[in-house]
């Protein structure tokens, strides 16, 4: 049974940083497709960041050049920094890990990230 773990959220003012962490039960090489979604009240999750087993990533409009998706693979782990954070980024972050290629899907509990203005 894959589990994903997701740690890191929090409260920041607006311009602060985070770094949001997704800690898999097994090894992510597993995994084809990795990504962070987030979702707000009365909205769907919508995408955030996506990394690939070959390390190409991409990001929603909003977040590009602010965010940053990265692996570990020792530490079966994968990042979301989030810096020059504004408060429309505030949402629960889920992290997703999808295995190809039956697309089997795999979500975290998600971590709440607060962002004041």
């Known amino acids: 049974q894959v589990q994903l773990v997701e740690s890191g959220g929090g409260l920041v003012q607006a311009g602060g940083s985070l770094r949001l962490s997704c800690a898999a039960s097994?090894?992510?090489?597993?995994?084809?497709?990795m990504s962070w979604y987030r979702q707000t009240p009365g909205k769907q999750r919508e995408l955030v960041a996506v990394?690939?087993?070959?390390?190409?990533?991409v990001y929603e409009d909003s977040v590009k050049g602010r965010f940053t998706i990265s692996t570990d693979n020792a530490k079966n782990t994968v990042y979301l920094q989030m810096n020059s954070l504004k408060p429309e980024d505030t949402g629960v972050y889920y992290c997703n890990a999808v295995q190809l290629p039956r697309a089997y899907n795999y979500w975290g509990q998600g971590t709440q990230v607060t962002v004041s203005s």
């Open positions: 097994g090894s992510i090489f597993s995994f084809d497709i």
């Open positions: 990394i690939r087993k070959g390390g190409t990533t």
